[in-house]
């Protein structure tokens, strides 16, 4: 049984992809510490504070949790229930992960097209941050870029569970 996933090609690009993303996780992490810490130390010693810093640390984490979110899904280290999967046939849970990875795709898809009506519209609007005069479009479009990723391993994760499926029902007769 081959599956999409163990692809050399596909394998690549998803190394390829998650470590660009692990960098820029490293390079926001990085970058927040030393804007909250050099806040920190501008408050305190040189009694000023930088008043864009705490607006740009706030969008640099919400870029890191949607960059993590990715890599945790692509990595299945999300939460999930798998009792139902646990107690039913090999035949039954196949089907199961074909009908949740549908529904998955489905949601996905549906964010992915409100993240990339969310972008477009703060983008054309001209909506900038009050302390550091960043588009809110820029910080937005992490959303259709995430969920852009989301729906590419979840594309991956549906071909596998229908390969899987498949390869269940053919052993079974």
């Known amino acids: 049984m081959k599956l999409v996933s163990s692809i050399p090609v596909i394998t690549r690009i998803q190394n390829v992809f998650e470590r660009i993303i692990q960098a820029l996780i490293g390079v ?12 920190v130390i501008a408050r305190y010693f040189l009694q000023f504070s930088l008043a864009w810093s705490e607006e740009i640390s706030r969008f640099m984490l919400i870029w890191l949790t949607f960059l993590g979110a990715v890599l945790a899904f692509n990595k299945n280290e999300h939460l999930g229930l798998d009792v139902i999967l646990n107690i039913t046939s090999a035949r039954v849970s196949s089907l199961i992960k074909v009908l949740v990875n549908v529904i ?6 549906v964010l992915f097209k409100g993240g990339m009506d969310l972008t477009i519209s703060t983008v054309s609007s001209g909506w900038t941050s009050p302390a550091a005069s960043v588009s809110y ?9 995430s969920f852009g990723s989301f729906l590419y391993f979840g ?6 569970s229908v390969i899987t499926s498949i390869h269940i029902f053919k052993e079974d007769k």
């Open 104 to 109: 998955l795709i489905v949601i996905l898809a």
């Open 28 to 39: 926001l992490l990085a970058l927040m510490v030393l804007i909250v810490f050099s806040n």
């Open 155 to 160: 594309a991956i994760k549906l071909i596998d």
């Open 137 to 145: 479009g820029f910080i937005y479009s992490i959303v259709p870029f």
